[in-house]
């Protein structure tokens, strides 16, 4: 028997050379976890605090009645939540911080909500409060605003910080997509000015098989108008000193902000933007993707159905419009409050725009 | 992870234990036998110097032993036994044990040939010795060692030059072969078969390894020209175990049996049961890309969902649909003859199961070969070769759909019943269910007949006229019931089924003479006339709404039939050819080799192809000035260049076909044919290859180390080539003779024997292979074709994109801010520096190419164990890779994402970004490294004496144990870093590690 234990050493030589092959980590997983009620205790000491302050009543800067009931109730909801959470019901502090963001949205929405009342046909200016689909503004639904393949959208607009809290948020677009929309068939339709979470301005054209997009971070300047300005050529030329043509731009106050080839490719041309089948155009949210929303101001919105110069784009920045320009497809001014948020015409005299859900007029600043 | 591992190396050192442990009783029978002897002796050279490494074996056994330093051997073998003595650079030596007394000196003499082995080279064979080509061989033995079950994977890394693409881990899943690289852009790269004499294109799925005798790969233009005009990818030559024994007769089995399970399962976030990781992640996911009030959702979590994380019910979808699986192979097989006839007979099984649900491969293959000598003139014989295929492909879908879907959803409902939308967030169907209803099948039958009949007239002249015929057929059938992925659960059942065969007929005449013209001139010519038809039919129907589970074999009772299609040609080719060598003063070597083919396929008037080669060599080592060179036992140089053409151009690639369309006249649809999408070419002629190649083949140190190294450049013109033209004559492209590409490289082939003592021995064999692969012209104007991803002076397949350079950090955020990016976005190179980012910002960023791959197998032997390890490794390749870039880019709000290290502000990590952060350029995540080592298979084995089986009657016994795939170290995030690129939704599929025991046995 003594021979045989060298072929087993040498077996076992191996076989710990093989061991020492393995590499590895052992994981080690969370089973439970204590929530932390931080949060909701002070928003509910914050909704206390509101409720025990406001003004109710029907004059300007107070508060509607409805309005105190719906904080009131969310303060039930962070109490009965808190209660929850104590009580085993919950077990992810995800579920206690939506509490608190919905405490968030109501004390945001209590606040919003003070009574203030401008005079129909008096000087203002509108702010549309969009998110979660509240407010926005419907142009109607015109096959005319994206039936061009050569044409500007120009307006002013601000915002302030936290005006979106979704993935993307419409400023203004007719976005849509065909009838044949899953995937690989999907026809993508329509232009779109909007934000990114991430911190961009961007636009994006629906090209058919592709949607060309460009984006930039868009400008910190809260609560400041920006003139926004997107200029579409399909027949764009190579401008001197470029080795393209720029087919989408992007302006704002004027100066170019960023500008885009169309490198969707079709038959050996660059592809053109398709025609929205659904026509909608609207502002503050997605005609296509409504979760895409956003609170914000507008004073002025303008569609050219021409590619207008920066030079053109700067003269128009301090320029009244009275409707009856060559190749002016639409324009609104939303600088005074109309006798019925339902009843917007637009300077042309074609289209009318649609006020609707949560908005205010204040005074012009 | 860890303790996966050390459950492996605990499965492997059991299997090896248990094995060991069922020796020593063996071995101590063996120590019983009165009839053995034990011979000692002494091996040396015509010098007497001893020789080391010397392989003394028991003839027709593995039973053996090696010379040491001083050139001792002792070996115990039965009294009648026979030995053979073998070594590299020596005439082999047979010694009668029953007339050894006492201590031998055997004196071995210096043969002309680092191996006296014989070469198959097409139409014939020759000695090693006298080759002049890049020709690669691996025997039998090698590839049934290899355990795998279709050979071309036996040949990585076994072969220098070869490289065999997996398309799939799933079982019976087919592999493409190139050899030195690829020359042709439209039509295939794959090598020449040549089984048994048939050419093929059928691969070698269902060949059994323990059928083969031998298969050469012939890989320069010298070599291959010998099949002309479809030479140019290499050739790679399958000779099946043929009748040729001589006297006796022996029954051989050879059998093991296995389990197979995952050997490595890509990690997703929650895995293992840890799922408020997953959580965790969708919590960031949905914060980060909709915002945090997006967690209040009805649909961010579902009831069911959240209440299984109160309970801690989690699932590791992934192994839910795992399993373990069966691998079952025995082959029998008979031989004998006489002075006038010989006999071969051959039976093997395999069956193999997946390890994802229906997954399986059954072969069933018998040959039959038999030669019948009617005087030292005339012979006639035949070989026939016959196999039966059967793959259960599995389901398309349910592998990827087990990684679609987190481990808080379960499969179950609450009685226990399997669910069909275990997630109703979410579009992916329960895979449990889907792998039940999603079923592919494919038969296939193989027939390879070959007789023979051969006559030598007069001495060194014969004739043989061989005609042989390869049949093989198939029907693929598939059905998608409703509760699959493809039918939603709504939409009713589908099948298809597809049937072709394909026939091959060839006639050989071949005149052989070899005449030696005194001492110094050596010559052997071969003179070709050859004939061959093949014929290839297939027709198919899907049927549309079938109204119960009927397979494929009900499709007439659906609701609407389509695809039906039907379709035959053939094609022939008349081929003559002439090889000749000559060897002068046994130093220098000349083959000569001339192939004129027509072909059925081209036009009159470019039909006919002369297609020659020459090669030169010269054995170095024999000149006077390295005769006194000790250390060097051998030095042979070889030169060679030669034409080749492609053959595996389509048959109608020069007529203009019509294209049917269908119009409606009223309620009538009546058919109408017009020009086609493409217009052929009657100016098509052959795409050329032609190849220099230069090898040394050489043996130092007493023949300890051996081996071969090659270099070659491969241009190949005249490339058949779509050229795209505007729609707007009626036909949108047409075929061209334009292009040209080139592969250069070099391979190496290394023997060396390590150690070589009385009981122990350590041999190493070693393969390294580097090709480039170069575009050198598309459309004769040097231009590059950017739309077609076709770029001059870079290899045919390239990824062409975005260089990533990493994650936008938080230090860069006013940077990031300005090119439209932020922290934790991707980061891509602006080549041009322009602040934007689109096409001008591509670069070709490497290919799906190795850069070198490399073999090595170490066998050691200890008494009569044997072990063996082989390690198989890639360097360099870029590939694009489905898998990963899904499951690292997207960001699907129900699905789940790979482990891996994403961005956070905390982390900064610079390889994944963050979670949710709608980045774009995500393809680039898609762009994985192939870099990999694999231990592929360790084998270990003990081979009885021959006293202890000689109850048995047995003339060998070997049991042996071997693990495949016991390791693989990589950076690549899914299942197999050699199947990168799998086809998600067809084709996904797991590595498997395999434990098995087997038995040779020959009676």
Known sequence: MEKWKRPRYFLALILLILAGVGTGCVKSFDKTRPLVLTCTEEKLASIQTILDTARVGTEDYTYPQASYDQLAAAFEEVKTGISYARAGK??????????????????????????????????????????????????????????????????????????????????????????????????????????????????????????????????????????????????????????????????????????????????????????????????????????RCMTGYMKKFRMWNEAKTPEQLKSLMTTEVNGTEAKLQCAWDFTEVPQDPAVNPDKTGRYNARIIGSHKWMPAK | MKLAITARVGAVLLMFCCLQSALPVAAQTTEQSATIKEIRGRIVNKENQPLVGVSIVVKGTDQGTVTDQDGRFILRAAANALLEISNMGFANQELQVAGVTGAITITLTESDATLDGVVVIGYGSIKKKDVTGAIASIDGKSLQKAMTSDISQALNGRVAGVNAIKSSNRPGAGFNIEIRGVNSFNFSNEPLYVINGVPSTTGMRHLNSADIESIEILKDASSSAIYGSRGANGVVIITTKGAGRRDGFEINYNGFAGLKAAA??????????????????????????????????????????????????????????????????????????????????????????????????????????????????????????????????????????????????????????????????????????????????????????????????????????????????????????????????????????????????????????????????????????????????????????????????????????????????????????????????????????????????????????????????????????????????????????????????????????LAMSRYNFGNLGINGFGLGGEIGNPNLKWEMTSEWNAGLDFSLMKNRISGTVDVYKRITRDLIFERRVANVNGYSSYLENIGSTSNQGVELGLNTINIASKNFTWRTNLTFSRNRNKIVDLYGDKASDVANRWFIGQPIRVIYDYQFEGIWQENEKDLAAVLGKAPGHIKIQDVNNDGNFDERDMKVLGSPNPDWTGGMTNTITYKNFDFSVFVYVRKGGLYNDQFTYMFTAWDNEHWNKLDVNYWTPENGSNEYPGIGAVSLHTQVLGHVSGNFVKIQNINLGYTFNQSAISRLKAKQLRVYTTVQNPFTITKYKGFDPESIGENPYSNLSVMPIMYTLGVNLTL
């Open chain 1, 90 to 291: 919950y077990v992810l502090q995800y579920e206690v911080d939506n509490i608190c963001v919905k405490a968030d949205q109501a004390m945001t929405q209590f606040l919003q909500s003070f009574n203030f009342t401008l005079p129909a046909g008096s000087a203002g200016e509108l702010q549309v409060f969009g998110l979660n689909q509240q407010g926005s503004i419907d142009f109607g639904d015109e096959l005319a605003y994206s039936n061009s393949n050569t044409y500007t959208i120009e307006l002013w607009a601000k915002y302030d910080e936290n005006f979106l809290d979704f993935e993307m948020a419409t400023l203004v677009g007719t976005t849509s997509e065909g009838p044949e929309s899953a995937w690989p068939n999907a026809k993508f339709e329509g232009w779109n000015i909007h934000f990114q979470r991430s911190g961009n301005l961007r636009a994006s054209m629906g090209c058919g098989p592709g949607v060309l997009e460009q984006a930039r971070a868009y400008p910190q300047n809260f609560g400041e108008w920006n003139h926004i300005a997107l200029v579409w050529d399909i027949n764009a030329a190579i401008a001197p000193g470029d080795d393209r043509p720029y087919h989408m731009k992007l302006y704002v106050n004027g100066e170019l902000y960023w500008q885009k080839n169309n490198d969707i490719i079709l038959g050996g041309s660059p592809a053109p933007m398709l025609p929205s089948s659904r026509r909608k155009m609207r502002a503050f949210i997605d005609p296509y993707h409504p979760s």
């Open chain 2, 264 to 657: 490595r399962i890509p990690d997703m976030i929650g895995s293992k049961g840890n799922g408020l990781e997953y959580v965790d992640y969708r919590v960031a996911l949905w914060t980060n890309k909709y915002g945090p009030s997006s967690l209040s959702r009805p649909d961010f979590l579902t009831p069911e969902e959240k209440e299984r994380v109160r309970f801690g019910e989690y699932y590791d979808w992934s192994r839910e649909v795992l399993k373990t699986g069966m691998i079952n192979n025995h082959n029998i097989s008979a031989s004998g003859g006489s002075a006038k006839t010989s006999y071969t007979f051959g039976l093997g099984y395999l069956g193999e199961d997946g390890i994802v649900g229906r997954e399986k491969f059954d072969r069933l293959t018998a040959n039959l070969g038999l030669e019948q000598r009617f005087n030292s003139s005339i012979k006639m014989g035949f070989n026939t070769y016959a196999s039966k295929v059967k793959i259960d492909e599995g389901s398309s879908e349910a592998l990827i759909n087990a990684y679609f879907i987190p481990p808080i959803v379960s499969p179950y409902d609450k009685d226990g019943n399997l669910l069909f939308r275990a997630q109703p967030t979410s579009s992916k169907v329960n895979p449990l269910m889907d792998m039940q209803n999603d079923i592919r099948q494919r038969d296939e039958t193989y027939l390879n007949v070959m007789g023979y009949l051969e006559v030598t007239p007069i001495k060194d002249i014969s004739f043989k006229t061989q005609v042989a015929m390869q049949y093989d057929a198939y029907t693929y059938g598939t059905f998608k019931g409703t509760m699959t992925q493809a039918k939603a659960g709504v939409n009713p059942a589908e099948a298809y089924k597809g049937t072709g065969s394909n026939m091959n007929w060839v006639w050989d005449n071949i005149l052989t003479v070899r005449k030696q013209l005194g001492e110094d001139h050596k010559f052997h010519f071969i003179g070709l006339f050859s004939i061959q038809k093949d014929q290839h039919e297939a027709a198919g129907m899907r049927g549309d709404g079938l109204p119960y589970n009927s397979d494929w074999h009900a499709i007439q009772t659906a609701d609407q039939i389509t695809d039906v299609t039907s379709n035959y040609w053939e094609s022939s080719l008349v081929s003559f050819m002439g090889r000749l060598n000559y060897t002068f003063k046994d130093k220098y070597l000349l083959t000569v080799t001339n192939r004129y083919d027509g072909s059925s396929r081209l036009a009159p008037g470019n039909r006919w192809g002369m297609m020659p080669s020459a090669a030169l060599g010269w054995h170095l080592s024999r000149e006077n000035f390295l005769q006194q060179a000790d250390w060097l036992n051998d030095l042979k140089l070889r030169v060679s260049y030669g034409l080749t053409g492609n053959n595996n151009v389509r048959h109608d690639v020069t007529q203009t076909r």
